[in-house]
């Protein structure tokens, strides 16, 4: 029994939810080997092989592996497919556009947001936002899994010493092509990699009130901004900031919800958090029944009030 982690990387270096996923592999029982497709890549198989937990790094070469496009990986994965029993990748928006292909091709049921492993062949994961917890057996020969990377912990990056094998690239799929990308660059920490990250939601009225108010604390704290679907919806904050079941999902070491009434989609992306603090004039919003601490206010006094005593 051999389980496949799937990599996400900048070709350089490996992004920290494969770490999650390789804990999540480790778990399935078995050798955890981990793939490396990509352009110019050795220095992210180099990466991967120092993760604690892998025992073989599978390096594909090729200028088709650039940007990750999933008909290139998909078709990379189908071809090593037949040697793994769990073939599995981390739950975001590169793992969910790749792994569905997988799972179609093998004619196989897709697992997905596993939460838990609990044994080889039975998983956890949310549904209902959250709210449930299904447990889901799988008779599939090949096992392919999106991992919720907030359930696991993050396999150390480093004391590893996996081999590294270099296996054939498949040929690039001649339908598809990489036009072009628009990269946003960050002052701040990568939401779903922040240890602490200040939300906001559509109390704070505007998208000017959005940032005056939020951006102080952010910096005092060095933190991530976020924003909940009806502040994203508003235009209060871009998309990539949204946090909640159609947004990211994350488990931050301390998490400002500021002006957020706490809707279940909302709660669904972030009640993982370790520390939670609500701040809503609303005595009665949700978000204090998941908040460790919380402060019945209005935020345009108290977060001012809040960044003057830090």
Request: contains cysteine; hydrophobic residues 45%.
């Amino acid at each position: 029994m051999t389980s496949l982690v799937i990599a996400e990387h900048d070709n350089q270096s490996i992004k920290g939810a494969t770490l999650n996923t390789v804990t999540a592999a480790a778990m399935c029982g078995g050798d955890v080997h981990v793939l490396v497709a990509g352009h110019n890549a050795g220095d992210a198989a180099k990466a991967a092989a120092q993760i604690a937990g892998v025992s073989k790094v599978l390096h594909a070469e090729g200028e088709h592996f650039a940007h990750g496009l999933a008909e290139n990986v998909a078709a990379q994965v189908l071809a090593l497919a037949g040697e793994y029993s769990h073939i599995l990748f981390p739950a975001t928006p590169s793992g969910k556009n790749i792994a569905p292909r997988v799972a179609a091709k093998l004619d196989v049921g897709q697992l997905s947001d596993v939460s838990k492993v609990d044994s080889p062949d039975t998983f956890e994961r949310p549904i209902y936002a959250g709210n449930a917890i299904a447990t889901v057996q799988s008779g599939d020969a090949t096992k392919v899994i999106t991992v919720r990377t907030t359930g696991f912990d993050a396999a150390a990056a480093t004391g590893g010493s996996a081999a590294v094998d270099s296996v054939d690239a498949v040929a690039a799929n001649d339908k598809v092509s990489y036009l072009g990308s628009e990269i946003a660059k960050l002052d701040r920490p990568e939401l779903t990699a922040a240890k602490v990250i200040v939300s906001g939601g559509r109390a704070l009225a505007s998208s000017e009130k959005f940032h005056e108010v939020l951006e102080p604390l952010a910096d005092k704290l060095g933190a991530a901004l976020g924003a909940s679907r009806a502040a994203v919806d508003a235009g209060y904050a871009p998309n990539d900031w949204q946090v909640g079941q159609t947004g990211k999902i994350v488990a931050p070491q301390l998490y400002f919800a500021i002006g957020i009434s706490g809707a279940i989609q909302h709660l669904a992306g972030m009640k993982d958090s370790k520390v939670i603090v609500a701040i809503n004039k609303d005595a009665e919003a949700p978000i204090f029944s998941v908040a460790d601490y919380g402060l019945e206010a209005d935020l345009f006094v108290a977060v001012p009030e809040l960044v003057k005593s830090l």
